[in-house]
C-alpha cells in the first residue's frame, strides 16, 4: 500500500513540475524500486480507477481526471 501511495503521488507531481507522465525506468530510479514493483503496483492504481494505461506506448499512463501540459513562461 506505501508503495502504490508514493508512485501515484510521484506520478502527480511530475506530471504537474514536466508536464508529462514519467518513464517506466524514472519511476524505478525516483522511488528505489524494482520494475516489476512499479509494475504491479500501476496494476493495482489501474484497478482502483485512479490510472489509465494505453498498452505498448511510451509514458502510456494517464492520471483519471487530470490533463498535464507542460506551460513556458
Not at 492520471?63 to 506551460?71: D, E, M, S
Amino acid at each position: 500500500m506505501a508503495t502504490r501511495v508514493l508512485l501515484y503521488d510521484y506520478l502527480l507531481a511530475y506530471a504537474t513540475l514536466h508536464g508529462r507522465i514519467p518513464t517506466i525506468k524514472e519511476i524505478q530510479a525516483a522511488l528505489g524500486v524494482s520494475r516489476g514493483s512499479v509494475t504491479w503496483n500501476m496494476g493495482k492504481l489501474t484497478k482502483e480507477g485512479l490510472v489509465m494505461r494505453r498498452d505498448r506506448e511510451a509514458r502510456g499512463i494517464d492520471l483519471v481526471g487530470y490533463r498535464f501540459a507542460l506551460v513556458k513562461t
